[in-house]
């Protein structure tokens, strides 16, 4: 098959079909090399979600994600002519059956002759079958296949380069990536998307042109995910494209990138920094920041980390921007998977509308080698990345760092150290560490801080951490980690690890400061009570429309137990009255309940009145030992109500059919011997004919 007739593979592939339905959450495909073309893409070219490639003799359909190798054994119509086109290509013409080799542990198990073999790659082979796959490749043989690497990555807790499907996908030209493709239902096929065919194509196309935008964001995305220079383009064509990028295109607070075009030029040039050794990020100095002069470098620095869960461990070091780093391996224990990062800014922020920073400025890197370089353009705090799976050590030494500003209250000289470090340390980020929790922002933002300031307040964040587990009856695993950043890429804060915030909070003058332990005691700080409760919620208990609801019993907890704040008096609840009185008054839809956090806490406010603190975390900790099995918004509603009502030994279906729940017969019929409690406050006076059964 010549390049000509591989070209047309995505229109034989897509003939009478306009569209293919959408099935789960994709993942996204790089075809590497001219023997891959990409045959169908969403929202744009850098979202491939089906390659073709050629290996060999043979053909071979690679999917984005694992669930489309079975609608090859599905009869609906609507798959059809796909599968047909599909087979027809495959099969060159000729009449094959699809076999599935899922279960098949060798290819001995196969009669392959006359077969399109069909395989889902979270099914793992082992490296000597995936071998003899290649083998039937190349004597003409057909295989369709696909993943979803990041569901993979989530549920087994380790690398990509551990996953033996991305291995074998790298082998026949195809990279998987661990993102998330943005893609409508249905996908669309959509010829202009597909016209780089592959990377190897776009290269030498971004070599004849460097500023097509579109090859550009193509590139520059590849090279992002490869973490390496793509061949067919000298370093210095890569370096010029970025050195000549115009203030249109670099980011900064002050003059955010806005324009479509120019946000895609962006991406690409910051993608291009990811493979370039010893270049400097135009605007650097904004965000995250520049020296004013050359720092103090640092070489032959020892570090020994361990850990039994997976989290970013700070090294004490702070990367330069443009200076490339090496890390030798000494010894790695336990569970594999550590792996490197420069940066604590995690956050990608390639779907947002504008960029007031580089939209990829935290580099991750596993640590597979004995030694391993990373360059970055961007600068950042050095961390080492634990994996998931039980305990886990490495012990590493690294060069070319310099020292960084940080405080943990778990060193035994952490005083006399802290000392040390804020007056000599020129790193310019901070890693601020209590027992659960650790900050990193700016080290303008804390080197005028005492130790004795910097304990204070950590052992007040440790309560807060402490509090939220208490009350979920849970012990921490790992120390939870906030992170200031110029553009967090949801919001004005949002969960997860980290936890991501805006700049403000690292203002020393800010009212909220997030080191200013007498002004934390006295207001607290919702917000970030707030997002650390999104960390402690489980789906058991969190059901349709209580998303932004169930978090706040964290966050009334805290205010209560930690800064000893009257949960029914806080300001926040306080502004909530007017509209829930209105939504009272009106009926109670639980339409409107859910889509109104502010009236929607009220009726898990009242419980907390009526019966303490205490009844949360005994009901809490009986979902943490049974773990339910619930399957929909309605058993998980019926479960709470059961659940809360027999803890507390007394009726509670009238309080939530007040506040419009949708309550199962059964679950009515099953507390129906239980006592109805008298509840006649403020707002079950306002209608308490609908206080009942």
């Given at each position: 098959?010549?390049?000509t007739?591989f070209?047309?593979?995505?229109q034989?592939?897509?003939?009478g079909?306009?569209s293919i339905e959408?099935?789960?959450?994709?993942?996204?495909l790089?075809p590497?090399?001219n023997?891959t073309r990409?045959?169908?893409?969403?929202d744009?070219s850098?979202n491939?979600i089906?390659?073709?490639t050629r290996?060999?003799?043979g053909r071979c359909?690679?999917?984005?994600?694992n669930?489309?190798?079975?609608i090859?054994f599905?009869t609906?119509?609507?798959y059809?002519q796909?599968?047909?086109?599909?087979?027809r290509?495959?099969?060159?013409?000729h009449?094959a059956?699809?076999l599935s080799?899922?279960k098949?542990?060798?290819?001995n198990?196969i009669?392959?002759?006359?077969?399109?073999l069909?395989?889902n790659g979270h099914?793992e082979k082992?490296?000597?079958?995936?071998?003899?796959?290649?083998?039937f490749?190349?004597?003409?043989?057909a295989?369709i296949?696909g993943?979803t690497a990041?569901?993979w990555?989530q549920g087994?807790?380790?690398?990509?380069s551990?996953?033996?499907?991305?291995?074998?996908?790298d082998y026949?030209g195809?990279?998987i990536t661990?993102n998330?493709?943005n893609?409508?239902n249905?996908?669309?096929f959509?010829?202009?998307?597909?016209e780089?065919k592959n990377?190897?194509h776009?290269?030498?196309g971004?070599?004849n042109?460097?500023?097509?935008?579109?090859t550009?964001?193509?590139?520059?995305?590849?090279?992002?995910?490869l973490g390496?220079?793509?061949p067919?383009?000298?370093i210095?064509t890569?370096?010029n494209?970025v050195?000549?990028?115009?203030?249109?295109?670099?980011?900064?607070?002050?003059?955010?990138?806005?324009d479509?075009?120019?946000?895609?030029?962006?991406?690409?040039i910051c993608?291009?920094?990811?493979?370039l050794p010893?270049?400097?990020?135009?605007?650097?100095?904004h965000f995250?920041g520049?020296?004013?002069r050359?720092p103090?470098?640092?070489t032959?620095?020892?570090c020994?980390?361990?850990?039994?869960d997976?989290?970013?461990?700070?090294?004490?070091?702070?990367?330069?921007?443009?200076?490339?780093?090496?890390?030798?391996?000494l010894?790695q224990k336990?569970?594999p998977g550590?792996?490197?990062?420069?940066?604590c800014?995690s956050?990608?922020?390639g779907?947002?509308?504008?960029?007031r920073?580089?939209?990829?400025i935290?580099?991750?890197?596993p640590l597979?080698?004995n030694?391993v370089?990373?360059?970055?353009?961007?600068?950042g705090l050095?961390?080492f990345q634990s994996?998931?799976?039980?305990p886990?050590?490495i012990?590493?030494t690294?060069h070319?760092?310099?020292?960084a500003?940080t405080?943990?209250v778990?060193e035994l000289?952490h005083a006399?150290?802290?000392?040390y470090?804020?007056?000599?340390?020129?790193?310019?980020w901070?890693?601020?560490?209590g027992?659960h929790i650790?900050?990193?922002?700016p080290?303008k933002s804390?080197?005028?801080?005492?130790?004795t300031?910097?304990?204070?307040?950590?052992?007040?964040?440790?309560a807060?951490?402490?509090?939220?587990?208490?009350?979920?009856?849970?012990?921490p695993?790992?120390?939870?980690?906030?992170?200031?950043d110029?553009?967090?890429?949801l919001?004005?804060?949002?969960?997860?690890y980290?936890?991501v915030?805006h700049m403000?909070?690292?203002?020393p003058?800010?009212?909220g400061?997030l080191l200013?332990?007498?002004?934390?005691k006295q207001?607290?700080a919702?917000?970030l009570?707030?997002?650390l409760?999104?960390?402690m919620?489980?789906g058991?208990?969190?059901?349709?429309?209580?998303g932004?609801?169930t978090?706040?019993i964290?966050?009334?907890?805290a205010m209560?137990?930690?800064?000893h704040?009257?949960?029914?008096?806080?300001?926040?609840?306080?502004?909530q009255?007017?509209?829930?009185?209105k939504y009272?008054?009106?009926?109670?839809n639980f339409?409107?309940w859910?889509?109104?956090p502010g009236?929607?806490?009220?009726?898990y406010a009242?419980?907390?009145?009526?019966?303490?603190w205490?009844s949360y975390?005994d009901?809490?900790?009986?979902y943490?030992?049974?773990k339910?099995?619930?399957?929909?918004d309605?058993?998980k509603?019926?479960?709470?109500i059961?659940?809360?009502?027999?803890?507390?030994?007394?009726?509670?279906?009238?309080l939530?059919?007040?506040?419009g729940?949708?309550?199962?017969?059964s679950t009515?019929?099953?507390?129906k011997?239980?006592?109805?409690?008298q509840i006649?406050d403020?707002?079950?006076?306002?209608a308490p004919?609908r206080y009942?059964?």
């Open positions: 098959m010549d390049d007739e070209d047309q593979a995505p034989l592939l897509f003939e079909v306009s959408k099935i789960g959450c994709p993942g996204t790089i590497l090399t023997d990409a045959v169908l893409c969403g744009d850098n491939v089906i390659v073709a290996f060999g003799l359909l690679v999917f984005a994600h669930g489309y190798p079975g090859f599905n609906e119509s609507k059809q796909f599968v047909e086109n599909c087979r290509w495959l099969a060159r013409g009449q059956e699809f080799i899922d098949a542990t060798s290819m198990d009669s392959a002759h006359g077969k399109i069909v395989w099914r082992s490296e000597a079958f995936m071998n003899n796959i290649c083998e490749l190349e004597r003409g043989g295989l296949c993943s990041w569901g990555l087994s807790g380790k690398l990509l551990d996953f033996p499907f991305a291995r074998f996908c026949i195809v990279k661990d998330y493709a893609c409508p249905p996908i669309e959509r010829e202009g998307l597909i780089f990377i190897y776009a290269v030498r971004l070599a042109n460097p500023s097509n935008i579109t550009l964001s193509i590139v520059g995305s590849a090279i992002k995910e390496d220079t793509l067919g383009v000298s210095e890569l370096e494209i050195m000549n990028a115009g203030e249109e295109v670099i980011p900064m607070n002050q003059c955010p990138v806005k479509k075009l120019n946000r895609e030029q962006s991406a690409g993608g291009i920094m990811c493979a010893g270049i400097k990020a135009p605007g650097v100095r995250p520049d020296f004013d050359p103090n470098i640092l032959g620095v020892r020994h980390f361990k850990s039994i997976s989290e970013w461990h700070c090294s004490g070091y702070y990367v330069a921007a443009g200076i490339p780093i090496q890390i030798d391996v010894e336990g569970a550590w792996s490197a990062r420069v940066g800014h956050d990608d922020l779907g947002c509308d504008e960029y920073r580089w939209p990829c935290s580099i991750r890197k597979v080698n030694s370089n990373i360059n970055s353009a961007f600068g050095l961390f994996p998931e799976g039980g886990s050590s012990t590493v690294f070319h760092v310099v020292l500003p405080y943990d778990t000289n006399a150290l802290w000392e470090r804020r007056s000599r340390a020129q790193g310019l901070a890693d601020i560490a027992r650790v900050f990193n922002l080290c804390v080197v005028h801080l005492k130790s300031e910097l304990h204070e307040v950590l052992e007040f964040w440790d807060i951490i402490l509090a939220h587990h208490d009350l979920r009856g849970t012990k695993t790992r120390r939870e980690r906030v992170v200031c110029e553009q967090p890429s919001g004005y804060m949002h969960s997860g980290p936890v915030t403000d909070v690292s203002d003058n800010s009212d400061f200013d332990c007498e002004k934390l207001k607290g919702w917000g009570f707030h997002e409760g999104h960390n919620q489980q058991w208990w969190t059901f349709d429309g209580t932004e609801v978090v706040n964290f966050t009334l907890h209560d137990k930690v800064c704040l009257e949960t029914w008096i806080h300001p926040w609840l306080q502004d009255i007017s509209s829930t009185q009272i008054e009106k009926g109670c339409d409107e859910k889509n109104k009236v929607a806490l009220f009726i009242q419980l907390t009145r009526e019966y303490g205490q975390k009901v809490f900790r009986e943490e030992q049974t339910p099995n619930l399957h929909s309605q058993e509603m019926d479960h709470w059961i659940t809360f009502s027999k803890q507390v030994g007394y009726n509670l279906v009238p939530f059919k007040f506040w729940f949708p309550i199962s017969e009515v019929d099953n507390l011997q239980l006592t109805v409690p006649f403020d707002f079950i006076q306002m004919e009942c059964i």
